[in-house]
């Protein structure tokens, strides 16, 4: 069923040309002139790509029904990453292909909800945020503060990430996994 461009918002699951695509953001627009579009920034849900396409009323977009499931990363085999349910402990296969931009914040037995559309999983979503260990950066030296700049971080996932210049290897942070930023020390 086609829903109105008006009520498209951050997080609404569509269907657009037989795509399945997240809204990122979104901004509505009416001219004086013609009728109201939408800006909207869209993700698809299968491949991860992310464009940015101007919706019209006279667009076929239809609200697409996904499922939330809470799974485990359970381990890696090859390309290929296993995910188990929580519920009824069904293991769930999907390739880096599929979620390339979170493969490398994925540590065995982290707990995050799988999206899925007509019974197959089709993407992830990570919590707002993860403590991980630092693997590798440069030594502190006495008198870093957190003003004083950033340096390159090796996670234990490997991530690679910007930490202040106080962060030593061993240190867990926690880091935004919407953008991979440092937030704070665990």
Known sequence: MPINIGSIKPGLTISLSGELFIVVRCEHAKLGRGSAFCRAKLRNLKTGIVLEKTLRDSDNVEEAFIERRKLQYTYKDGGFFHFMDMETFEDFILDRN??????????????LNGIFYDNSLINLELPAVLELKVKHTEPGIKGDSVRAGLKPAVLDTGAQIQVPLFINPGDIVKIDTANKEYLGRA
């Open 98 to 111: 599929k979620i390339e931009h979170i493969a490398d914040l994925l540590k065995e037995n982290t707990e």
